[in-house]
């Protein structure tokens, strides 16, 4: 499972500029003003041959008002969560009293902090740079995020005590329940459970961020992830779940296929949509789950109306199959878990190669790509090179050619001579000669 790394430190002391600069991107929202990052924000983060999620968190204030408060309730769960914490400090103005009230935050911590001494290539902070060891920390790193420097060291301090995750091979479907709260995640996981034909098994384990249990269906090891579970029980941390997105991430890793609940009742909101997105981007076989079907009237009628507007507020899983039921009467229940074998089968299909580049020849002869500055994309070869998702390496005379368009026709051409109902494809276009990353 990938190892969570956080930022935490009082407000405008460059903790977005550091996020950015380490997942390489500029994903954090970056202003002058302070507590412009109000929600933690997460990203997928490589460096030397590891992967982890790195969270941003809102700046630390030692004000008094509601705003305040939840972004002090934010960065403990983002510290509760994470592996190592990265405590930024402004090099350029030293050390304050919100500094320090950061420090007894996470001196209640057994995790490996690292204090990130930022803005070095201020001249003031050389001046400041030893008031930092007063805060009695184990690690120090001196860092610019504006200019890029010190990142390395600090990568490599921070990935030091990481091991490198081997791929166990296991005969274990294994699926995670995703969603936002209050859709019937963990009734969906109890109705699983207490089919009939089902066994579960008697050791049922909790990891640190959800709950998994192994079971069997029709003689097949299966393992249920509920993400509904939290760590820490009471009104605040239940009142913030909205915002621990970082363990539905880590279920989401640890899954073959990712279920995702909407509420019939509600319909869709734009948080379904991030929530499905993360499945998107971390390359699993997904479907749509429209859970308290029995809520709704009209049924055959609503349904079509459901299966339209998901297609329209969901087009990057145009490839998920949509399954209505109710979790609470069982009702239709008994259509998900073929769907969800089916999903898995299709993410480890193998094509071959000489049919998959008769496929991509016929279809390009069918639709040449249009010219641009008198040049036209050609494809020279293609062939499968991955599973878990199906991963194509397609050999073109020029990258800079490929209209996102033409891919998605190409893909679209692909999932009409194959069954790739539930999952993903990877399509990565290399230039003749280019060799594999």
């Known amino acids: 499972m990938k190892k969570v790394v956080a930022l935490v430190g009082r407000p405008n002391v460059g903790k977005s500029t550091l996020f950015n600069r380490i997942v390489r991107k500029n994903i954090s929202i970056i202003e002058d003003t302070p507590g412009v990052t109000r929600d933690r924000i997460y990203a997928k983060a490589e460096f030397n041959g590891f992967s982890f999620h790195l969270i941003d968190t809102g700046g630390i204030d030692i004000g008094t008002d509601d705003f305040n408060k939840e972004i002090k309730i934010q960065a403990e769960l983002a510290i509760d969560e994470a592996d190592v914490i990265l405590f930024v400090v402004d090099g350029k103005e030293g050390l304050t009293k919100n500094d320090f009230v950061v420090k007894d935050m996470l001196l209640k911590t057994d995790k490996k902090v690292i204090v990130v001494i930022n803005k070095i290539d201020s001249k003031l902070a050389k001046e400041n740079m030893y008031d930092f060891y007063e805060l009695g920390f184990d690690h120090y790193q001196m860092v610019s995020g504006e200019q890029n420097s010190g990142i390395y060291d600090l990568l490599m301090e921070v990935t030091k005590d990481f091991k490198v995750e081997e791929d166990k091979e296991d005969d274990v479907l294994k699926f995670s329940i995703i969603g936002r709260p209050n859709v019937g995640k963990s009734s969906l996981t109890n109705a699983i459970l207490n089919e009939d034909r089902v066994i579960v098994s008697d050791i049922a384990g909790t990891t640190r961020d959800s709950i998994d249990t192994p079971f069997t269906y029709h003689g097949k090891n299966m393992m249920v992830i509920d993400t509904a579970g939290l760590r820490k029980k009471g009104k605040i941390y239940e009142s913030v779940e909205k915002y621990s997105l970082i363990r539905t991430i880590r279920a989401i890793d640890r899954s073959d296929v990712c279920l995702l609940v909407i509420n019939a009742e509600e319909g869709i909101i734009e948080h379904d949509k991030h929530i499905a997105g993360y499945a998107k981007d971390a390359g699993k076989p997904t479907i749509i789950v429209v859970n308290k079907w029995d809520k709704v009237e009209n049924k055959e009628e609503e349904m079509k109306k459901f299966k339209n ?129």
């Open 309 to 437: 507007d998901i297609r329209a507020q969901f087009p990057f899983l145009s490839y998920a199959p949509i399954v209505f039921l109710s979790a609470l009467t069982k009702k239709r229940l008994h259509t998900l878990i073929p769907e969800i074998e089916k999903a898995y089968e299709n993410s480890k299909k193998e094509i071959k190669t000489s049919v998959f580049n008769s496929v991509i020849n016929e279809a390009y002869m069918m639709n040449l790509p249009p010219t641009y500055k008198g040049k036209r994309l050609k494809i020279y070869f293609a062939s499968q090179v991955g599973t878990c998702p199906p991963t194509f390496d397609v050999q073109v005379n020029s990258k800079g050619l490929i209209h996102f368009s033409y891919e998605r026709y190409l893909e679209n051409k692909i999932r009409e001579s194959f069954d790739f109902e539930g999952t993903p494809i990877v399509l990565q276009f290399k230039n003749k000669g280019e060799e594999k990353m």
